[in-house]
């Protein structure tokens, strides 16, 4: 109801030329009174924000001024009452008002404008306003300003059609007015209906004068917010495109599809550096084909255009190639009928990886400065479809090898041994703590009835599943062979000769150490290939000895020996294998953990069991490194002869 109030102002402003300002204001004004009056008042008194009786008294005690029969109107609801008086006083003063007060020159020059706007004007009224008859040429420079020069000349073909127009562009007198009005509709589809009628009067009648330079101005600010939004556009598109979650190539595909449709470019390419050869590739092509300009490879070299864009990571435009200032470049737009071409670097993280390049035969100077703004913009957006498509393959890659790696774990979990055996006059125990990537350590204990075992230990290089399986195959054979090979050093020479091929193949290696123990005779005979040098705690000395063997590490050499030692063992003596994972663990500060540290901590812990002594040792690596996690698996047996 209240907005109802500005109606007979807005239509008697667009439809009756007597209308002014002073009636509008009061019609206006008094609308609102009487609607506050008829509609407000009710409502008030009915909620108990009012006394009521002025509704059965009327205001002053007046029954012709009760809100809801004023005037002793009373047969209809509260809102076509309301409506009724708060028009009929609204239109009555705009009417009154508008009649009897003069109009000032303002509203006379503005219903002139506005009143009547559909209707032909007199054609004598509208010769005597063009002092000098304006030529085709002028209405299409007037478009131009504001629609482009292209869509300018496109619309006054259609307009002129069959017409006839004579050598100075101009056409019969009694054409203008029809063309003022084809002008001014195509501008109001640009700039409104009232600019546009403003801008047709006032630019045909200050043309010649410094008046036109405003029209230029506007022109251009005009055109400049279109080519904005067009902009806009083609970047919203081609963001869109890049998040569609489409193949890399249909991403690269569609935005050069956008950039040659939207802009009718001739040819658009996608170049990506090769890293083997290192040259410029063609990764995707939209628009003529031409073997050499569109798919060739482009070597990097400043002496080219596309090269120097790459190597200085910065946008190079030629707006028109019959001034080229590169040979190498020239010979090859000029061979293409090439007029003008730009290429801008792409980037991931602002480190050149391509190439966005755009030719076109048709025009030259179009590649202005907004329009490299754009075309470096979608650069950046090919650069962000390369750098997504690097992350998935990373993360598939990442996946895959944690699939590979988990395969590992189960299989090198499955290769130690569940319990410890018992044998006669010894007590053993063993373990392995996996580091977060998998290793290749493995310890095994090879019972011969009660009263013998053999112990081994190994570490094979790499963090793999080819690691894990080499380490299978490695407890495969020593376990068939074991008991019929009858020393140490031909069981290391025939695991050397069984893994040399596989090993070298691998580019892997093994290091190894294998022990004999008789319990009867407390005798150890042992070999090694190449690892850590196993510590036994001398009891009645309370010293530390090392067990230390000649031997190369698995693959190095096919045809190797392997020095075989003895030792003995007496109560109370302890022995202990490990593999580097204990002693090369590293703090925070770059320290190594260190052999020396072990043998402190086996003294230390002398009297404790082979379990205990084992906790005690991974405790104390996880003190040093302080993490709960290794860098490497941790492997170590402890045999306490305790008869």
Known sequence: MAVTQFAPALIGGLYWQRANRRGAIAGISLGFVFWFYTLI???????????????????FGISLLRPTALFGLNNFDIWTHSLFWTMFFNIGAFIFLSLFTEQEKEEIEQSEKFVNVFEPRRRDKERKRLSKAPTVLEFIDLMAKFIGEKQAHAAIAEYLGEREIDEKGSISDEEIPNLKRFTEKTLAGSVGAAPARIIIENYLSARGSKMEDVFNIFGTVTKGRTATREQLGVLYEAAHVVASGAGLQNILDNILKLLT???????????????????????????????????????????????????????????????????VSAQIIHREGIKSFAHAPITIEKNPVGVLSAFSRSAKGIFTKEFIELFESLAGQVGVALRNDQQVKRLIEAKAKEMELQIARTIQKSLLPKESPTVKGVLLDGGCVTASDVGGDYYDFLARGKKAVDLVIADVSGHNVGAALLMAEARTFIQANFKRVDTCSEMMHSLNEFFYNDLTLAELFITMFYIKYDAESHTLTYSSAGHNTPFVYRAETGEIETLDAEGLIFGVKRDIKFEEKKSSLAHEDILLLYTDGITEAENKHGEFFGEERLCRILTEHRKKTPTELKEAIISAVRDFIGTDSFRDDVSLIVMKVID
């Not at 009710?42 to 009327?58: K, Y």
């Not at 628009?287 to 596309?306: A, C, N, V």
């Not at 090269?307 to 435009?317: D, I, T």
């Open 41 to 59: 008042v009710p409502s008030m008194a009915r909620t108990g924000l009012l006394d009521d009786i002025i509704l059965d008294q009327g205001l």
């Open 261 to 327: 449709q939207q802009f009718k470019l001739d040819l658009c390419v996608i170049r990506i550096i090769d890293s083997n050869t290192d040259t410029l590739t063609v990764r995707s092509q939209q628009g003529m084909s031409s073997t050499h300009l569109g798919e060739s490879q482009r070597e990097i070299k400043r002496d080219t255009y596309i090269g120097e864009c790459f190597l200085s990571n910065a946008s190079r435009v030629v707006n028109d190639s019959d001034f080229m200032d590169k040979p």
